[in-house]
């Protein structure tokens, strides 16, 4: 979805656990995206 709304960065949220953000990190990286780790 927000490969086609043209986004470049993608934020997640650091609780989503240790595989999601892997799996989402190479997926960025695959898009030529940015992901933005955050946690408040």
Avoid: C, E, P
């Amino acid at each position: 979805f927000a490969k086609q709304l043209g986004t470049v960065i993608i934020m997640i949220d650091l609780v989503i656990g240790y595989t999601a953000i892997q799996t989402m990190a190479v997926w960025s990286r695959r898009n030529d995206m940015i992901l933005h780790l955050h946690r408040a």
